[in-house]
């Protein structure tokens, strides 16, 4: 990852690249689980994004989770219709590497997963994340309604009063509803599996929620 130009800054939607009609094909089932990649999902699933920087660890992180149905890499936050991974890298479509979460809100809560995200990142970094520079390794939390995307500022309350207690600086999560996600292409979904020994940006604080 991270071997293409970096803005550190965010394009504007008169300045974005300017993508293409066509979505990306994916997979149709998830690589790790076997249900499918995209939808529609069972009613009574929930659904989340999120951006932890690499979307390759941070998919991990959730497909091993009891209660989720499935995950998928993409991006989301940005102007660009239907990027490429190039285009993201450039900074030329103000995404963010993002992981779609599936899940049965019967087996596992949102403020379990919420409490997994700020664990298992460092949600104070802006557009960077470890190593990894760039607008597209920001911290993220794109939720599906004002409902969840409440519960999710909660919890960054919560989680900002123990990151202040280790002194650590203010969280930088963009937290939002309603964004659009474009699927990234094939071969990043469930990478660490197909590639156990790939590429994992994935460290926390050390700060418990």
């Not at 939607?13 to 998830?30: F, I, K, W």
């Not at 993220?140 to 004002?146: E, K, M, W």
Request: hydrophobic letters at 35%; proline letters at 7%.
């Amino acid at each position: 990852m991270g071997l293409f130009s970096k803005a550190i800054s965010l394009p504007s939607a008169a300045t974005a690249l300017p993508g293409r009609r066509d979505p990306m094909p994916v997979p149709s089932q998830h690589f790790v689980n076997g249900n499918p990649l995209s939808g529609p999902f069972p009613v009574g699933y929930n659904q989340l994004l999120l951006g932890m920087g690499c979307f390759w660890g941070a998919e991990r992180k959730f497909w091993q989770l009891d209660g989720v149905y499935t995950t998928a890499a993409g991006y989301a936050g940005g102007h660009t219709p239907n990027p490429t991974y190039e285009e993201v890298c450039s900074g030329g479509t103000g995404h963010t590497e993002v992981v779609l979460v599936v899940w049965d809100p019967s087996q596992l809560s949102l403020e379990s997963l919420l409490a997994t995200f700020w664990e298992s990142h460092d949600p104070t970094q802006g557009m960077r994340q470890g190593n990894d520079l760039g607008t597209q390794y920001r911290s993220c939390l794109y939720l599906q309604s004002q409902a969840d995307l409440d519960q999710a500022q909660r919890t960054a309350t919560t989680f900002q009063a123990k990151l202040s207690a280790a002194n650590y600086p203010e969280i930088t999560t963009e937290l939002a509803f309603d964004q659009h996600f474009y699927y990234a292409e094939h071969y990043h979904q469930q990478y660490l599996a197909k590639v156990p020994n790939g590429y994992c940006g994935i460290g926390g604080t050390g700060v418990c929620y």
